[in-house]
Nanobody, 115 residues
Framework: QVQLVESGGGLVQSGGSLRLSCAAS????????MAWYRQAPGKQRELVAH???????NYADSAKGRFAISRDDAKNTVYLQMNSLKPEDTAVYYC?????????WGQGTQVTVSS
């Protein structure tokens, strides 16, 4: 049974930082690209950051320079360090393992940034 469990969300003031974690089980983690998505109320789910097998990261324009994705294959965990948070970063953040055609999702963790 595959499980992706996100943690680390919460309420933070504008300009603050949070570190999200996503722990995976039931998959050979090192064989999967990993990504963080987010969905704000009334909006479509959007890609925030992606880390390939082997570790090459890519970011949405909104995340560049503020967020950092990393993976620890020994711990089956992917992280999202979020700095300089803005109210528009408020959303439910989801991690995904896999590709567009084949993937697994976590249940999400709420991030709320107050102004």
């Amino acid at each position: 049974q595959v499980q992706l469990v996100e943690s680390g969300g919460g309420l933070v003031q504008s300009g603050g930082s949070l570190r999200l974690s996503c722990a995976a089980s039931g998959i050979i983690f090192s064989n999967y690209p990993m990504a963080w998505y987010r969905q704000a109320p009334g909006k479509q789910r959007e890609l925030v950051a992606h880390v390939a097998i082997g570790g090459s990261p890519n970011y949405a324009d909104s995340a560049k320079g503020r967020f950092a994705i990393s993976r620890d294959d020994a711990k089956n965990t992917v992280y999202l360090q979020m700095n300089s948070l803005k109210p528009e970063d408020t959303a439910v953040y989801y991690c995904r393992a896999g590709w567009d055609a084949f993937n697994y999702w976590g249940q999400g963790t709420q991030v709320t940034v107050s102004s």
